[in-house]
């Protein structure tokens, strides 16, 4: 089970830092991944940390947005830098274990979801 939190309303230019806690599994074990969802838009890749350290960002964040985990807390995080409101939306954590087709921008590789946390940003 996977648990975000963190979010909230926050103004442009500003910064959130998002948490995603995991039990009841090895979390060094998977991918972990941020999603995000706006209304009417479809889920979007946000950021990973792969199983062997890698990290890959969205065009739209990277410089901006960092992702990190801590395998000991079963815990990752998105640091959010210099919001935008169009940063507005849904924020998804999701797990993903070891898989040889790896694609971490792939909703679908990915088994176990938070149940999201509201990010606003206003202008």
């Known amino acids: 089970q996977l648990q975000a939190s963190g979010g909230g309303l926050v103004q442009a230019g500003g910064s959130l830092r998002l948490s995603c806690a995991a039990s009841?599994?090895?979390?060094?074990?998977?991918?972990v991944g941020w999603f995000r969802q706006a209304p009417g838009k479809e889920r979007e890749f946000v950021g990973v940390v792969a199983l062997n350290s890698n990290i890959y960002y969205a065009d739209s964040v990277r410089g901006r947005f960092t992702v990190s985990r801590d395998n000991a807390k079963n815990t990752a995080y998105l640091q959010m830098n210099r919001l935008r409101p169009e940063d507005t939306a849904i924020y998804f954590c999701?797990?993903?274990?070891?898989?040889?087709?790896?694609?971490?921008?792939?909703?679908?590789?990915?088994?176990?979801w938070g149940q999201g946390t509201q990010v606003t940003v206003s202008s």
């Open positions: 999701a797990a993903a274990p070891y898989q040889t087709s790896w694609a971490p921008h792939m909703t679908s590789k990915y088994d176990y």
């Open positions: 009841g599994r090895t979390f060094g074990s998977y991918h």
